[in-house]
């Protein structure tokens, strides 16, 4: 199982980006597709999750500005960044969780990651 993550670039404060996580196999696998990011001498925190079913969660600090979304058709998941700040600036991954019964024990996929820079 392979994640491609893709979509980072450099952006000014109050534009947007999309990103996208490619996944080897069926996306339908994955009981939640996720994004984490990790900022300048951060720790790598949880963006927003999406359920099989469709449900998201989302970090309190990008609520009403990232949309997270799933096509199962493509086997991709997406990232929608609007009015991006500076403080968004980082490595964004996505992550794909594999539960039981598609796995003995629950595993959790990692994308190579995307740098995302927002400038002032």
């Known amino acids: 199982v392979q994640l491609q993550a893709s979509g980072g670039g450099l952006v000014q404060a109050g534009g947007s980006l999309r990103l996208s996580c490619a996944t080897s196999?069926?996306?339908?696998?994955?009981?939640?597709m996720s994004w984490y990011r990790q900022g300048p001498g951060k720790q790598r925190e949880l963006v927003a999750s999406v359920s099989r079913g469709g449900t998201t969660t989302y970090v309190d600090a990008v609520k009403d500005r990232f949309t997270i979304s799933r096509e199962n058709a493509k086997n991709t998941a997406y990232l929608q960044m609007n009015n991006l700040i500076p403080d968004d600036t980082g490595v964004y991954y996505c992550a794909g969780l594999l539960t039981p019964p598609i796995v003995a024990n629950s595993v959790t996929y990692w994308g190579q990651g995307t740098l995302v820079t927002v400038s002032s």
């Open positions: 196999g069926s996306i339908f696998l994955f009981t939640t």
